[in-house]
Antibody
Framework: QVQLVQSGAEVKKPGASVKVSCKASGYTFTSYYMHWVRQAPGQGLEWMGIINPSGGSTSYAQKFQGRVTMTRDTSTSTVYMELSSLRSEDTAVYYC??????????????WGQGTLVTVSS | EIVLTQSPATLSLSPGERATLSCRAS??????LAWYQQKPGQAPRLLIYDASNRATGIPARFSGSGSGTDFTLTISSLEPEDFAVYYC??????????FGQGTRLEIK
């Protein structure tokens, strides 16, 4: 069965960077695009970007351009999301989510358990 | 950026009642509209895609309709486990997707 297991909670100071991992199993890693979505406490869902695990190409939401980097390691079936220049407003649960079908469709059918990132001085 | 506006913000109903949730897009998204359910402390779950197709394992009491800019998620008869937050999401300008702000469905 498809599983996405994310790294544990992080506490960071303003200005620092955080790197969250998402290890995939139960399917062919390179066949499905992966998205990152975040959710601030008590707020809605915010799409951050997408990575093609096959070639590594990415596309980011304009809001995060210049601050976010998504990468992948095909040898371990893991995708990473790194967010830099953290500020308090970046405190949120960060989710990885896999596309529903092989053809990229931006339908987020499988989700990781979420990683809480807290930014506090 | 395509903005999705959901209404109402909160909907208070009783089990067994019919729920109607709305999502309006700032420009046409054709039928590229999905709905997700999120319960407290859990990741979202895909319910409906392409406006009216139920995702795998989703009960038949959930249905979606609409096209262009106006969409509806209907839950025909509410079960206790249906009380949650619901989000719409457009994929019309893939890969740049956006979510609505959510509708909280609470027990009356």
């Amino acid at each position: 069965q498809v599983q996405l297991v994310q790294s544990g909670a992080e506490v960071k100071k303003p200005g620092a960077s955080v790197k969250v991992s998402c290890k995939a199993s139960g399917y062919t890693f390179t066949s499905y695009y992966m998205h990152w979505v975040r959710q601030a406490p008590g707020q809605g869902l915010e799409w951050m970007g997408i990575i093609n695990p096959s070639g590594g190409s990415t596309s980011y939401a304009q809001k995060f351009q210049g601050r976010v980097t998504m990468t992948r390691d095909t040898s371990t079936s893991t995708v990473y999301m790194e967010l830099s220049s953290l500020r308090s407003e970046d405190t949120a649960v960060y989710y990885c989510a896999r596309d529903r079908v092989v053809v990229p469709a931006a339908l987020l059918a499988y989700w990781g358990q979420g990683t809480l990132v807290t930014v506090s001085s | 950026e395509i903005v999705l506006t959901q209404s109402p913000a909160t909907l208070s109903l009783s089990p067994g009642e019919r729920a109607t949730l709305s999502c309006r897009a700032s420009q046409s998204v054709s039928s590229y509209l999905a709905w997700y359910q999120q319960k407290p402390g859990q990741a979202p779950r895909l319910l409906i895609y392409d406006a009216s197709n139920r995702a795998t394992g989703i009960p038949a009491r959930f249905s979606g309709s609409g096209s262009g800019t106006d969409f509806t998620l209907t839950i025909s008869s509410l079960e206790p486990e249906d009380f949650a937050v619901y989000y719409c999401q457009q994929r019309s300008n893939w890969p740049l997707i956006t979510f609505g702000q959510g509708t909280r469905l609470e027990i009356k």
